[in-house]
């Protein structure tokens, strides 16, 4: 069965520096791999995903991630952060049985 | 627009008691989701279907039902409410693995 590990659960930048939230993952078969956003009291909004085209995924809002496969990784990227990207993020993976697996999340702190 | 919708919001229901929660889909997508979130868990699968008429367990299925008997809707009953089982619950929807999941804004169900 697959899974995600998020290396870490809480992330502090400082605003106009860049973002790097981890995300390791294991999976049988080649994976789908998603990022979520998921703001205070809101419900879940899709960032990106890898569905096993081009191994470096542009999603919404400036956020990319690569696809590792030697390093099973799929790293979450943003070059500058904004103050509105403060919330939590969870990478996930699914198979080929639509059977998806949650990351426990990274909360992103940006500080002015 | 197609969306999915939550019912209600909030609810706060007593030990015991029967309760319901709502999802609704108007994406015409095959396959449903049930999770809860709490944290330090992430999101964990409580039952989904691939169809009409089709349901299955996740991963914390225990004091949990669904019923699928339209494309549109996958309504989750607590049979007997337990503390344990205060948590924020989201639906999802899917046409299939490559897609990601569209999520409702959530359920805040309290036990009391």
């Known amino acids: 069965a697959q899974s995600v590990t998020q290396l870490d659960s809480h992330v502090s930048v400082s605003e106009g520096t860049p973002v790097l939230l981890r995300c390791n993952y294991s999976?049988?078969?080649?994976?789908?791999l998603f990022w979520y956003v998921q703001h205070p009291n809101k419900g879940l909004q899709l960032l990106l995903k890898?569905?096993?085209?081009?191994?470096l995924v542009k999603g919404i809002n400036g956020f990319e991630a690569e696809f590792k496969k030697s390093e099973t990784s799929f790293h979450l990227t943003k070059p500058s952060a904004h103050m509105s990207d403060a919330a939590e993020y969870f990478c996930?993976?699914?198979?080929?049985?639509?059977?998806?697996?949650f990351g426990a999340g990274t909360r992103l702190t940006v500080k002015p | 627009d197609a969306e999915i919708t939550q019912s209600p919001r909030h609810k706060i229901t007593e030990t015991g008691r029967q309760v319901t929660l709502a999802c609704h889909q108007t994406?015409?997508?095959?396959?449903m989701f049930w999770y809860r979130q709490d944290l330090g868990h992430g999101l964990r699968l409580i039952h989904y279907?691939?169809?009409?008429?089709?349901?299955n367990k996740g991963e914390v299925s225990d004091g949990y039902s669904v019923s699928r008997s339209n494309t549109e809707d996958l309504p989750l009953t607590l049979e007997s409410a337990a503390s344990s089982q205060t948590s924020v619950y989201f639906c999802?929807?899917?046409?299939?693995?490559?897609?990601?999941?569209?999520f409702g804004s959530g359920t805040r169900l309290t036990v009391v």
């Open positions: 999976s049988s078969y080649s994976p789908s």
């Open positions: 890898y569905t096993s085209a081009a191994t």
């Open positions: 279907s691939y169809g009409v008429q089709d349901t």
């Open positions: 999802a929807s899917s046409d299939g693995p490559l897609g990601g999941y569209t």
């Open positions: 996930v993976v699914s198979d080929h049985n639509n059977d998806m697996r």
């Open positions: 994406w015409n997508h095959n396959n």
